[in-house]
């Protein structure tokens, strides 16, 4: 006679309880004797393996932030050759990044660091200094200024512990257009990836003109 259907589902319960409770308490010992392990462990490993975890949830907390940041970048251009790039490019209708703002100096070699420390306290999240090529200057080594300048720069944002991918130096003549929206769009690429800037306030207006910075060039003198 065949039994009821009610009756063999118990059965199979009833035999298959104690396979499910082994398994359970396998399951269990596991657990602890990793818990155990990771005790066990010298000190120091505990604390890298600590460190690493904490910089990993870091890691997730601030992507989502870098990737709708967008930059705002500050340009010194030289009037005669980077500045009339830019004036090139734009008549030439090429497309490139939006997110900065043009100051225009009379010579690269102008731009002294108390310029670009200006510009990050302004709101700036990354600089960029372009002036004419060597030999081509209109004030004959002004560019071999420029670079003298910038190396000071480098130096005083290293001291602040700004990254030193947030200042950029470029020879870009007139005739270059095309270099000029390459340049740009590198650069606002390069600052994002580095996020906002430290010394940037809260609310920030970028400086439109050369008048902004009139304070600290006669300091600069």
């Avoid at 907390?61 to 005669?80: D, H, L, M």
């Avoid at 070699?109 to 200057?137: K, M, N, Q, T, Y």
Wanted: proline share 6%.
């Amino acid at each position: 006679m065949t039994p009821p259907k009610g009756k063999s589902a118990a059965a199979e319960a009833e035999t298959k309880a104690p396979a499910k409770k082994a398994k359970a308490r396998k399951k269990g010992a596991a657990t602890a004797s990793a818990k155990a392990t990771a005790q066990k462990a010298p000190p120091a490993r505990r604390a890298r393996a600590k460190k690493a975890a904490s910089a990993q949830g870091t890691r997730r907390v601030e992507k989502p932030a870098r990737e709708g940041f967008i930059p705002r970048i500050v340009v010194f251009a030289c009037n005669w050759c980077s500045y009339a790039g830019a004036d090139t490019a734009g008549v030439s209708r090429i497309q490139y990044s939006p997110h900065f703002r043009i100051i225009r100096v009379m010579c690269s070699g102008r731009v002294h660091p108390a310029f670009i420390l200006r510009a990050f306290e302004l709101g700036a999240d990354g600089v960029l200094v372009s002036g004419c090529h060597f030999g081509d200057c209109h004030y004959i080594f002004g560019n071999e200024r420029a670079v003298e300048q910038f190396e000071k720069t480098k130096a005083l944002l290293k001291i602040l512990g700004v990254e030193e991918g947030r200042i950029r130096l470029e020879w870009i003549s007139a005739a270059e257009g095309v270099k000029f929206a390459r340049v740009i769009d590198e650069f606002v690429e390069q600052v994002r990836a580095l996020g906002p800037s430290k010394l940037a306030p809260p609310e920030r207006e970028l400086p439109q003109k050369a008048e902004a910075f009139a304070d600290v060039a006669a300091l600069a003198k």
